[in-house]
């Protein structure tokens, strides 16, 4: 059961080594937005390389930087996927 006073940030590949974790479980002020966040995490130590333009899904489904965010929400940054 998730906790109702925080989120959950899944970081993947290289945003995980930025910020030295796979999985971070952050305190959460409401109301707050995915720009929000965006904005947090780049006052943490790595998070200042994060890049400019991010991909994010919450609770596996992407949305924009001005998705409201609401309390045990999962929220994801997806890197670049390469592919062919």
Known sequence: MPDTNSLTVLLFARYAELL?????RLP???PATVAGLVLHLRGVQGGAELPERLLVAVN???VGLDQALQPGDEVALLPPMAGG
């Open 20 to 24: 030295g974790a796979a999985e971070l």
């Open 28 to 30: 959460m002020p409401v």
């Open 60 to 62: 596996a489904r992407q």
